[in-house]
């Protein structure tokens, strides 16, 4: 790409601040790429993020999902030899982590000392 292209398209940017390539917000980006599954067509493609969407929409680092994936907390799916994520999968890990988190034992109190 030469660097009047780079300019050029900053420019066209400029001229349209709510296009997808100037938003920042990956909610929006993700929204608009795929068509979402619709239950009464049965040919919908379901709506796929990859390691990095689902990074930013659960604002960790995507190493984070890549940990999470390979220990078995958060499902997949593998097209070729990409990862894949549905938005059924994110939303079940994000159920089992709020449930998680409701189910950890409360810390016990420091016990008293012996010698008082």
Same mark, same amino acid.
């Given at each position: 790409m030469a660097l009047g292209d780079t300019d050029r398209r900053a420019d066209r940017l400029r001229e349209r601040p709510n296009s997808d390539l100037a938003q920042s917000d990956a909610s929006h980006r993700i929204g608009s790429r795929y068509r979402r599954g619709d239950a009464d067509? =049965?040919? &919908? #493609? =379901?709506? !796929? !993020?990859?390691? *990095?969407? #689902? &990074? &930013? !929409?659960? +604002? #960790?680092? +995507?190493?984070? #999902?890549?940990? *999470?994936r390979k220990a078995g907390q958060l499902a997949c799916t593998r097209i070729g030899n990409r990862v894949l994520f549905t938005e059924g999968q994110v939303m079940d890990y994000i159920q089992r982590q709020q449930t998680q988190a409701q189910e950890k034992p409360m810390r016990k109190q420091a016990r008293k000392p012996l010698w008082t």
């Open positions: 067509d =049965p040919f &919908a #493609v =379901p709506h !796929l !993020l990859t390691t *990095q969407e #689902v &990074a &930013a !929409l659960l +604002r #960790v680092h +995507r190493n984070t #999902v890549d940990s *999470q």
